[in-house]
């Protein structure tokens, strides 16, 4: 009897990874690929991308203390040696407001510029500091916003001289925070357990738990103040427009095992790019009804971290292995 039962087990486990391969192969390919890999100087993992004024100028950081710069548009790159010490950082986050511009990184530093990043200083971190820099907005002259690895928020109106706090509480660590264009926040916990909402007037993090059971990877806002999340196993949800504690039914995009889904970002109102590990890169021109896939990047050897879109016409995607994607319009009108 158990050895009929045994066999029952591994004929519906064949079944089961049967219909993962039909409904991996049912997913339709994008008839283009608007994206070509830049080369880079550096092989480091990437983790952020800033934008100036000049849509030309354009900032990447990423580990082993990389700042790469571009003036074309991001057809070629420049990296730059500070000359921070022996140390070796992870540099998270990089924000600018016309030529002001900000860095931060791990462990504990914070880079500030005024002249478009020809010259930089270092800005002194206090030691009373819950968690580490995690990332930075640049809000305008002399004036950022920073949050830590523990979510506590933070804004300067004096270059970094003083910060005040925003939330008399740190969250507790967290995996990735989000930042609305009217200054929300939504942070997903350390293990993706539960996450949290803040937003401006709040003393206080607010804990939410998670939709189901799947744990959650990464969450964010949409065009229109919505919250999206991605979780294990390729899961995409967005909230319902009149409740942000309800939400719409589950997508599965490709379901995905291993790192799955990573980010996403809206190119318009209703286009949207998914991307994630093992050069997955998902595409959806219906605000998220219906998804496509590019078979292009699936045979780059990368990790896909962040997708970002400053304008329609100008996006790049950043891995590991220093890898970097831009978006090229022209490719999509040909």
Known sequence: M????????????????????VSCSQIPSLSYNPWQKVLLPTESTLQDIGFTSDPNHVWV????????????????????????GEQNFRLNSVSFAGEEGWITGL???????????????RIPLSEKLP???????????????????????????DAGQTW?????????????????EDGKYVAVS?????????????????????????????????????????ARGGQVQFSSAEDQETWEDTQYPE????????????????????VGGSGKLLCSFDGGQTWQRDQETEDIPSNFYKVVFVTPEQGFIIGNNGVLLKYEEAAQAA
Not at 2 to 21: D, E, G, N, P, Y
Not at 221 to 227: A, E, S
Not at 255 to 274: F, P
């Open 190 to 230: 350390a293990r993706g357990n539960f996450y949290s909402t803040w937003e401006p007037g709040q003393n206080a993090w607010v804990q939410h738990n998670r939709t189901n059971s799947k744990r959650l990877q990464n969450m964010g806002f949409t065009k229109d103040g919505r919250l999206w999340l991605l």
């Open 255 to 274: 379901i995905s095992s291993g790192v799955g889904l990573l980010d996403l970002a809206y190119r318009t109102t209703e286009e949207i790019w998914l």
């Open 131 to 157: 968690g580490e820099p995690n990332t930075i907005l640049a809000l305008g002259p002399q004036s950022a916003e920073m949050t830590t690895t523990v979510g506590a928020i933070y804004q300067t109106k």
């Open 61 to 84: 950081v990423g580990s082993n203390s990389t700042i790469l710069e571009t003036k074309d548009g991001g057809k070629t790159w420049q990296e730059l040696d500070l000359e921070l």
């Open 2 to 21: 158990s050895h009929l039962m045994r066999t029952l087990k591994q004929t519906v486990i064949l079944l089961a990874i049967a219909l993962f391969c």
């Open 164 to 180: 005040q706090a925003m939330v008399q509480e740190a969250v507790g660590v967290v995996r990735n925070i989000s930042r609305s």
């Open 107 to 121: 462990p504990g530093i914070m880079l500030h510029t005024n002249d478009g990043g020809k010259s930089w200083s």
